[in-house]
């Protein structure tokens, strides 16, 4: 500090440190009239060397200090810049150093009245909310609290008591928002001298202002008594004109106007006994801590830590002063510091000397005031995360720091939450054109198991209105799954590689396994760790980062295999062209990695088995003009866990021209109501089937009317175009009806005889000459005789019994076979007829030929 000197007249100087003082006790319970509690600094007027006190100056202004042209202080004009004003030379400088003690109580009272007071009227102590007065408002010895106190041009305050001490007719008026207002000009308070010795010099009135109280006279004021604050938020200004006897001691601003002057006399008798049971200085008149620390609430001073805090919700710290050792609570300090919190989005910074990060982004949480090396203190709400946090102390909280301490313990401020979802652009590729959250089993969107999705994860501080916390940058882990119903396998859930922007983690390689939708939660568990150690919770109550549990999905199959089956042919090996055979196969659900998807069940599979329109079959290796249909029975088959057998029943056309047996080989690419599908079509068949162009061939026959009559009636198939229609052998199937109609004779004449073998003629027809049976190739009868005999493969040996002796004449014989079988012989594709001829002969010379079988 700039030292000056104090007196032009050294042996005046001498003769008032030499002057009469109160008794100690007296001068005590002053100390404790001002509200100072025992526990504060001591006074400068006490310790028997306040011309030497640092603090011993008439005007401070911590947060600034500003006097128009024209001022003096005790007749010697003011000169020089700063924040506090000498009392003898009235020099302007910086004062470091100084401890300006909090107000008691802590807070302004709630409550009180508001009175409006006419001139001349008595005001009592108590409490006010606002009081307006006009005139001279008059004012008894006592403790006013009021909020506000407004008052008109040339206003008086007189206080109306004779005690010659502060702890006797002194009044002290606690200002909770303003004393006056600036316009309000030729004021003049406490300038009576009333109050005995005390009135002369301003001793029997002190007013102290809360935080951002105000207190402001106009032009031409007069002013005597004490004005103290501790805040540096709080302002004091006069207008020109000013006169002031006493002292103002502010941590705020104060401001005069021109021509202002300023008496104080100094000893141990005068102002400075008002003020200096306030203010304190590095010293004889107090000193600084030596260090500091902050905890949490009811934890050690020395030792204790800091737990993991929450973005957005405001917490509580015990910040002590400490001694040089850092070994215990320093319990002599008293006075106001500055508190922020030096935060760091990655931990390991290095710290300095006070146990500081040396990089790190500075919190403003303000000025707060220490008693007896200690405030219980709320903190509020930090707005954003962070990894690594210290809590920063500073003194002074007015002009020049001299010491700070960081708490020793580093902690977190975590968000409040984590939000997830889950979205993609299309059912296979990351996006975030649709959100998958559908928990039904119709629901959409949809995607495809085990293709990438992207997930995001949001971190949300805990505020009324949660905001994102944009430094959030940390790594999260499943914390629980479940498949939601109808569902019953959960999944695998990988959250893939994430990246952190602005608050946010985005995954693009985020993939589930299963069908259907799951319910997922999240964790952070690394973002807050450095709170691991410190007794703080492993869990979301803790220094874990959580979500709440989020639905994704619907998801589908990523494709169907197929595992092929052997065709089952219509007949020994084959199967004519039109004629239907079934195809064997297996259906597996499946994911991106191939996997089976075993909820694809019930109502989630979405394939319908027996709709042969699904399954987009097509035939390869089928002759040009052919076509493949469905078969005449549906197919068939059960979703089970993402398995289906199924059997599916179809045919090939018959080309416009004949075509040799041909190999064909069975594909499908099935699509069900999500879209889910095959690559590309997929043999369903692990052979070939073997298709047959085929005809059955009726000839007409004649032979005695003695004797029974074979009928040519046999199945064919085409060869080759060299071959052409061959009888085919391996028929040993195919069955047809026989229609006998009258021609020359009635159809009754003659009948299907019951037996492939001629040497038996004589056994008749069987029942009452049946009209139609049904003849097996294998020589099989279905309906009215089971015993006949074995025929030959390909041929329906069919033979008609005579029609007797004198009975000569024609029938038509006509067998009704498959639609497969049927060929163009008139003109139009039909059935094969005949007509056979008893009694006469043939344009043959044989007459007639009897063959044996």
């Known amino acids: 500090m700039i030292r000056v000197a104090r007196s032009p007249d050294k042996n005046a100087d001498i003769a008032a440190s030499r002057r009469p003082r109160l008794p100690l006790w007296v001068r005590l319970a002053a100390w404790c009239a001002l509200g100072v509690a025992s526990a504060a600094v001591v006074p400068a007027w006490a310790d028997g060397n306040y011309n030497n006190n640092q603090c011993n100056f008439a005007l401070y202004g911590g947060a600034g200090l500003s006097i128009g042209n024209n001022g003096t202080i005790n007749g010697n004009n003011i000169t020089g810049s700063g924040n506090s004003l000498d009392s003898y030379t009235g020099v302007q400088s910086t004062v470091t150093g100084v401890t300006l003690s909090p107000l008691s109580p802590a807070s302004f009272p709630s409550g009180g009245t508001s009175p409006t007071v006419a001139s001349g009227a008595t005001l009592a102590p108590g409490t006010y909310n606002t009081v307006t007065a006009s005139g001279n408002l008059v004012l008894t010895a006592g403790t006013y609290y009021i909020n506000t106190l407004n008052f008109g041009q040339g206003f008086t305050l007189s206080i109306n008591s004779n005690g010659n001490d502060n702890n006797n007719g002194a009044v002290t008026i606690y200002i909770g928002a303003s004393f006056g207002a600036g316009n309000i000009n030729n004021a003049s308070i406490n300038n009576s001298g009333g109050g005995g010795d005390n009135g002369n010099n301003g001793r029997n009135l002190t007013i102290l202002l809360y935080s951002g109280a105000s207190f402001n006279l106009g032009n031409n004021a007069t002013f005597k008594g004490l004005v103290y604050s501790p805040y540096s938020n709080s302002t004091v200004s006069f207008g020109n004109n000013g006169q002031i006897t006493g002292a103002i001691v502010t941590g705020g601003s104060v401001s005069l106007g021109n021509n202002s002057q300023i008496q104080y006399s100094g000893g141990g008798d005068s102002n400075q006994y008002l003020y200096s049971s306030y203010a304190a200085c590095g010293g004889s008149g107090g000193s600084g801590p030596s260090a500091f620390n902050a905890v949490d609430t009811g934890s050690s001073a020395t030792s204790g830590k800091i737990g993991t805090k929450t973005a957005g919700v405001s917490f509580n710290l015990d910040l002590y002063a400490l001694n040089s050792a850092r070994t215990a609570q320093d319990t002599t300090f008293n006075g106001a510091v500055l508190v922020d919190l030096l935060a760091n989005t990655a931990t390991g910074v290095a710290l300095d000397s006070n146990g500081c990060p040396t990089s790190s982004t500075a919190l403003t949480i303000g000025t707060m005031t220490l008693a007896s090396g200690k405030l ?478």
């Open 376 to 853: 219980s203190a709320s903190i509020g709400a930090v707005s954003n995360a962070w990894r690594d946090v210290r809590v920063r102390l500073r003194y002074p909280a007015t002009g020049t720091v001299t010491v700070t301490g960081c708490s020793s313990d580093n902690f977190a401020v975590k968000p409040a939450a984590l939000s997830v979802q889950a979205s993609d652009a299309t059912p296979s590729t990351p996006g975030t054109s649709n959100i998958l959250n559908s928990s039904v089993s119709s629901g959409t969107p949809v995607h495809k198991a085990g293709q990438p999705f992207t997930l995001t994860v949001t971190a949300y501080s805990g505020a009324a209105s949660p905001a994102i916390t944009s430094n959030y940058n940390g790594a999260v882990s499943v914390s629980t799954i479940a498949a939601i119903s109808p569902a019953s396998v959960t999944g695998t859930f990988s959250i893939g590689s994430a990246s952190a922007i602005s608050g946010s983690l985005v995954s693009t390689t985020a993939t589930y396994s299963e069908v259907g939708s799951a319910s997922v939660a999240l964790q952070d568990t690394t973002f807050a760790a450095v709170d691991a150690g410190d007794g703080t919770a492993a869990s979301c109550a803790g220094y874990y980062v959580c979500s709440s549990a989020a639905t994704i999905g619907r998801f589908v199959p990523d494709h169907f295999a197929a595992t092929a089956g052997a065709p089952v042919a219509a007949c020994n090996g084959f199967t004519y062209f039109g004629e239907d055979f079934s195809t064997p196969f297996t259906l597996t659900a499946q994911n991106a990695a191939n996997a089976t998807t075993q909820n694809y069940t019930g109502t989630l599979a979405k394939l319908v088995l027996t709709s042969w329109g699904n399954f987009v079959f097509t035939a390869s290796g089928a002759p040009a003009g052919s076509t493949l249909n469905g078969g005449a029975t549906a197919p068939s088959g059960t979703w089970s866990n993402g398995l289906a057998s199924v059997s599916a029943s179809q045919n090939v056309s018959a080309p416009a021209t004949p075509a040799a047996p041909t190999s064909v080989t069975i594909l499908a690419l099935p699509v069900d109501a999500d879209g889910a599908t095959m690559a590309s079509a997929t043999a369903v068949t692990s052979a070939t089937a073997t298709l047959y162009q085929g005809r059955a061939r009726m000839s007409n026959a004649i032979g005695p009317e003695t004797t029974d009559l074979p009928v040519p009636f046999q199945v064919e198939y085409w060869r080759s175009a060299i071959a052409g229609w061959q009888r085919n052998t391996s028929d040993t199937c195919t069955h047809a009806s026989i229609q006998i109609t009258s021609g020359t004779l009635a159809a009754t004449a003659t009948c299907v005889r019951d037996t492939g073998n001629p040497g038996n003629s004589g056994a008749g027809c069987a029942g009452a000459a049946p009209v139609a049976i049904y003849k097996y190739l294998q020589g099989g009868v279905v309906g009215t005789d089971s015993n006949l005999v074995a025929g030959f493969a390909g041929n329906f040996n069919l033979w008609l019994k005579a029609s007797g002796a004198g009975n000569l004449g024609t029938v038509t014989v006509t067998g009704s076979v498959p639609s497969w079988l049927q060929y163009n012989w008139t003109g139009t594709v039909g059935n094969p007829s005949a007509t056979a001829t008893f009694g006469m002969s043939g344009t043959s010379p044989i007459l007639y030929r009897s063959e044996h079988f």
